[in-house]
Nanobody
């Protein structure tokens, strides 16, 4: 059974950086996608970024240019480097494992909180 566990959240000042990690077990990152989503208080969950089995990456407009997704296939681990963080980035961040190369996210982690102070 596939499981994903996030880590690396925390609190930073406006303009700061954080790096999130997500380790996937019983999973093959060379065949399936990994992604990051987030949910701010009182809002719906939104997609942030994906990395395909090929290594190709996609980002939401809000993340483009500030966030970088990467992965280590040998460790089945995905990372999200977040720079120039803004208060509006404050949310619970979730890792998700896909069932095909470019998506199909079906398995979710418990989330890691990111808080950005003004």
């Amino acid at each position: 059974q596939v499981q994903v566990v996030e880590s690396g959240g925390g609190s930073v000042q406006n303009g700061g950086s954080l790096r999130l990690s997500c380790a996937a077990s019983q999973f093959d990152a060379t065949r399936n996608a990994l992604g990051w989503f987030r949910r701010a208080a009182g809002k719906q969950r939104e997609w942030v970024s994906s990395i395909y089995c090929s290594g190709d990456t996609t980002y939401t407009t809000a993340a483009e240019g500030r966030f970088t997704i990467s992965k280590d296939n040998a460790k089945n681990t995905v990372y999200l480097q977040m720079n120039n963080l803004k208060p509006e980035d404050t949310a619970m961040y979730y890792c998700a494992a896909g069932v095909w190369c470019t998506g199909g996210f079906r398995v979710w982690g418990q989330g890691t909180q990111v808080t950005v102070f003004p």
